[in-house]
Every structure is written in C-alpha cells, then in structure tokens.
C-alpha cells in the first residue's frame, strides 16, 4: 500500500531533550515536506526536500533541522525543543511528475 | 505571495441537507486548488483538485468543486450531506513556481452535522 508514515504518532517530553520524528515514504517521491498544525493558523511550511541531500527552509523553520540522506526517509529533529512547539506535525510527499501531495497520519507532540 | 482565505470558521448542517464551503485563494499565475478533510485524529486526506480544464471537479465521497477565475474562488460543495462528512476541510494553493511545492492552506471549516 502507498503510504507516508510517521512515528511516533504522540509524544510528550520536556523542555530540551533532543528528539526525532520520523517520517517515511514508499512511493519514491523526490518531494517531502513538512508541516506544522496550530490551532486557528493552519498549516505551515516547517523544511522541505527536493531530493537526496538538497533541503531547504519553509515558512517555520527555527528550532527544527531535516536531513534526507535515503529518498524515502525524511526525519524531523528537534534538538532542543521547547513549549511553543507542541503541535501537530504532518509529513507529506510528492512525485516531481505530479503536484499532489500525500500525507502521513501526523504526529502529536507535547512539550513541558 | 499568496494566500487562501475560508470565511466561515464553523458549519453546522442537518443531515441530508445540501453543502457549500467557501474558499478564496489570492495567486499571481494559474492556480493549482485542493481541498482536504482532516477527520478528527486522523491525517489530510484529499478529496479534490484543480489543475486546468473543466472548472467543475469531481472528487471522493461526492464532493466537488468549482473553480471560478473571476471571482478567485473553489467552493466545496455536496448535495446530500452523511454524519461522516463531519470533519474539518481545509483548501489550499500550491506555490508551483520554483522547487518548492509548498501548500498553502487556508485556516479551515470545521463542518458539524446534526441528525
């Protein structure tokens, strides 16, 4: 089945404790992206990937860093995070052929 | 730089009943238009898109939508409304210039429906 996937799906940590959510995609898309969810402001552009090894900056990208070493892996790393960046993230992909973009079941995170 | 607007924050409609949900979305070139439902913990699921062609699209669940140039607008719309459309939809603009594609969403619907 064609499919984004992204763990964990909920998360709660504290204040500065490194994490990383993993997103993965077997479609062999060139395209990934990231997005955060916030209440009342939709969905921003956190990083995305154009292909192996070449990332850049969206629209929300301070506290975050990417990396895209495998075209199928695409994680999301918070290296210190903090309370402003409990949210939900949603991963997403797309081949370069078609401009649709499919997206993982999201990931909740808490942080205290 | 553009952007989508939905004006209505929350829809409540009885079952059976038709539906319409308003999007506008500000784009400099031919805009690529989207609609997705967000069920209640559940991921972006997409029910429609537009490229070009035929303004009117028909998508998932009997859902379609309306792309009107002049007005800037690609309403959702579906006649007979099931308790399992109660969701939230959002619509959204692809940047398709560049290497980017970014969506850019609209702020969403959220859509309740009684019995």
Same mark, same amino acid.
């Given at each position: ?12 940590? @504290? *204040?500065? =404790? ?11 898309? &060139?395209?990934m992206s990231w997005y955060r969810q916030d209440p ?13 090894? @070449? *990332?850049? =900056? ?11 070493? &495998? ?42 | ?76 719309r579906k006649p007979s409304v099931h308790w399992s ?31």
């Amino acid at each position: 089945e064609a499919q984004v996937t992204q763990n964990p799906r909920y998360l709660i940590t @504290v *204040t500065g =404790k490194k994490l990383t959510v993993t997103c993965s995609q077997n479609m062999n898309h &060139e395209y990934m992206s990231w997005y955060r969810q916030d209440p009342g402001l939709g969905l921003r552009q956190i990083y995305y990937s154009m292909n192996v090894e @070449v *990332t850049d =900056k969206g629209d929300v990208p301070e506290g975050y860093k990417v990396s895209r070493k &495998e075209k199928r892996n695409f994680p999301l790393i918070l290296e210190s995070p903090s309370p402003n960046q409990t949210s939900l993230y949603f991963c997403a992909s797309s081949p370069w052929t078609g401009y649709e973009q499919y997206f993982g079941p999201g990931t909740r995170l808490t942080v205290t | 730089a553009q952007s989508v607007t939905q004006p209505d924050i929350h829809i409540t409609v009885s079952e059976g009943a038709s539906l319409e949900l308003r999007c506008n979305y500000s784009y400099g070139a031919t805009p690529y238009l989207f609609w997705y439902v967000q069920s209640p913990g559940q991921g972006l699921q997409l029910l429609l898109k537009y490229f070009s062609g035929d303004t009117l699209v028909q998508g998932i669940k009997g859902f379609e939508a309306e792309f009107k140039r002049s007005q800037s607008s690609f309403n959702l719309r579906k006649p007979s409304v099931h308790w399992s459309d109660a969701a939230e939809y959002f619509c959204a603009v692809l940047n398709s210039g560049g290497s980017n594609y970014k969506l850019t969403f609209g702020k969403g619907t959220l859509l309740t429906v009684n019995p």
